[in-house]
Nanobody, 120 residues
């Protein structure tokens, strides 16, 4: 089993910055790709950014150039640095991890979500 604990959400003004963190625990599992997704009210959950264990990143077009995903493999922690935020970035942000069990089976895990509200 893998547990994901997110932190860093809150209220931020347009143009401001916020940093989200997500720590994965579950010592028997190897954590592969980690990422951030978001879901606004009445909308489907959508990809924000992902990062592989090797450091390759992928971003949604809507956040390219403003958000940066990074990870600390030693801590099994992924970060999302959000700069120049806009009201349309308001959503619940979820951390996701793909992890492989000692027997080689791959599972996906989700965090509980953290609210990000962009408003003046």
């Amino acid at each position: 089993q893998v547990q994901l604990v997110e932190s860093g959400g809150g209220l931020v003004q347009p143009g401001g910055s916020l940093r989200l963190s997500c720590a994965a625990s579950g010592s028997d599992f190897s954590i592969n790709t980690m990422g951030w997704y978001r879901q606004a009210p009445g909308q489907k959950r959508e990809l924000v950014a992902t990062v592989t264990s090797g450091g390759s990143t992928n971003y949604a077009d809507s956040v390219k150039g403003r958000f940066t995903i990074s990870r600390d493999n030693a801590k099994n922690t992924v970060y999302l640095q959000m700069n120049s935020v806009k009201p349309e970035d308001t959503a619940v942000y979820y951390c996701k991890a793909l992890a492989k069990s000692p027997r080689g089976f791959e599972y996906q895990y989700w965090g509980q979500g953290t609210q990000v509200t962009v408003s003046s």
